[in-house]
Structure formats: C-alpha cells, structure tokens
C-alpha cells in the first residue's frame, strides 16, 4: 500500500447557485506524494459534474450525501450483499445498496496525473455538484488521505477551500473529525479582500473528515 507523505488540497467553490442553477461547482486540485508508486488497481472516482442520472441526481440533491473520491473496487463492494438484504428482508440494507448503486452508476475515474519526474508525486483533479445541506447552506466535505493509501511517518495533510462570492465560512460547524468523531485540527477562516470571499485552511497529520460550510 502506498504511504501518504503529502497531500495537499485546494479547493474553489464557485456559486453557481446564485446564477440559475440548484447547485454550486466545486473545482478541486491536490498535490499527493506517496512513498512508492500508485498502481493502477487503485482508481478513485466521483460523481461527475454531467451525465448523473436523474434517480442518482434525486440522491445527491439531499445535499446530505457526502461527495468525494471513493475507492471504486470498494464502492463495488458495498452492493455485494444486496440480494442477501433482499432475501431477508432487510428493508433498511437494501435501499442503503440502492443508494451506492445509484452513486457509482453516475462516478467517473478521478484523474491522477504523475509529474513529469514520476518520482511518487501525482497532480489529482476532479469537479462536482454541491447540493444545499440546507436552506442557502452547502457543506464541502473530503476524507484524507484517500482509501486505499496509508499514512506516511512524518505525513502532512492540508486542506485550503475558497468559498464563493458572497458566502461566509460557518466557523462552529466548520472542522476535521476522525472517525469516532472528535475534533483533530484548528482551522483558520481569512476573509479576502475585495472580491466577498473567505478562504478556510488545515493543517493535520492524522486521517480526519474535513467538513467546510458555508452560507449565503
């Protein structure tokens, strides 16, 4: 397995959502190095930005289904049980595998580009669609490093989101969790000046569930 050393991630919201559509854009861009080479059985993928669905489109509009790169052999395997579900009558397990199947039929392979030194360090880049968690209230969300890699000693994780004209950071919901959900970093929230946005920043080396919301 590949080891993380560094992964940095910036992220631009664009608001798209005060322009006519239901959803806002987000462009996201990270530098990843790893300790050896990212073989090709691992390939992550997301919910592309056209193309989805119009029934997975219904899924992701909730806003609460968290949108980020996820090991598609993995993904596969959440909808293995399916028919078992069905069988027993597991009425919860089987709409849960409805839900997956749903996300991976609209998932495209995230991009991973080698730099041209091919030396362990990879350019990542995807886009997608951000629904409203909530009335005007969007909630970007990413998990680092991705599944299927592990931590490096001495890694560094990094996260810089730029929010959308006119939208403010929510400070208190704004963090990065692990996964028995306590708090494992401080974030700074800087308003830019001039153009109406605020930028948000982590820094962590440790595996958490970053979690940015913001509002208009």
Do not use: C
């Not at 050896?36 to 289904?65: F, M, N, R, V, Y």
């Not at 069905?86 to 199947?101: F, H, K, P, R, W």
């Not at 991973?112 to 990542?124: A, C, K, Q, S, T």
């Not at 403010?168 to 028995?180: C, G, S, Y």
């Amino acid at each position: 397995m590949p080891n993380v050393i560094l992964q940095d991630l910036n992220a631009v919201i664009h608001g798209t959502s005060r322009h006519g559509l239901e959803y806002d854009v987000a462009h996201v861009s990270i530098l990843l190095q790893t300790d050896s080479p990212i073989t090709p059985d691992l390939q992550w993928a997301i919910p592309h930005i056209e193309d989805i669905p119009q029934k997975a489109i219904t899924l992701i509009k909730d806003g609460k289904t968290a949108i980020y790169p996820v090991l598609k052999s993995k993904a596969r395997e959440s909808i293995n049980d399916f028919f078992a579900n069905v069988d027993s009558n597991n009425v919860e397990g089987t709409l849960e595998d409805i839900e997956q199947a749903l996300l991976l039929a609209s998932m495209r392979t995230t991009t991973i580009e080698p730099l041209e030194n091919n030396d362990g360090r990879y350019i990542v880049s995807y886009k997608y669609r951000l629904y409203p968690a909530e009335l005007n209230t969007f909630d970007f969300k990413v998990v680092l490093p991705f599944d299927g890699l592990g931590l490096a000693s001495g890694n560094r994780l990094q996260v810089t989101v730029v929010s959308p004209m006119g939208s403010t950071i929510d400070p208190v919901f704004t963090d990065a969790k692990d996964f028995q959900g306590q708090s494992v970093a401080n974030e700074s929230i800087t308003t830019i000046p001039l153009v109406g946005k605020q930028v948000t920043s982590f820094e962590i080396h440790q595996d958490p569930i970053f979690t940015i919301r913001y509002r208009y």
